[in-house]
Structures are given as structure tokens and as C-alpha cells.
């Protein structure tokens, strides 16, 4: 079960890196529910950095 819930997080990583290297034309361009979580988990992103 470890190594399961280490790959997701490993998933999960790399699809926050994915969507924070979107341009905001980008985002902008998708659909609105799809948009929204983008900009969501970006500042989710940047609020763990801070």
C-alpha cells in the first residue's frame, strides 16, 4: 500500500509541475472547471513554496 500512495504522490508532483509551467494564456483557454482547478492547485503550488 506504501509503494501505491508513493507513486500517487509522485503522479501528483509531476502534474503540479505540469499545470504551474502553463502560461495563463493557456489556463485561460480551457474549460472553465478545468480552469479553475488549474489556478487553484498553481496557488496551492505557490503557497508551499512561500
Known amino acids: 500500500m506504501s509503494q501505491v500512495l508513493s507513486r500517487r504522490l509522485a503522479e501528483a508532483e ?5 499545470v504551474n509551467s ?6 485561460k483557454d480551457l474549460p472553465k472547471l478545468y480552469r479553475e482547478r488549474a489556478r ?3 496557488g496551492l503550488l505557490q503557497h508551499g513554496e512561500d
Not at 22 to 27: N, R
Open 14 to 18: 509531476e502534474l503540479l509541475k505540469e
Open 22 to 27: 502553463w502560461s495563463e494564456e493557456e489556463i
Open 40 to 42: 487553484e492547485y498553481r
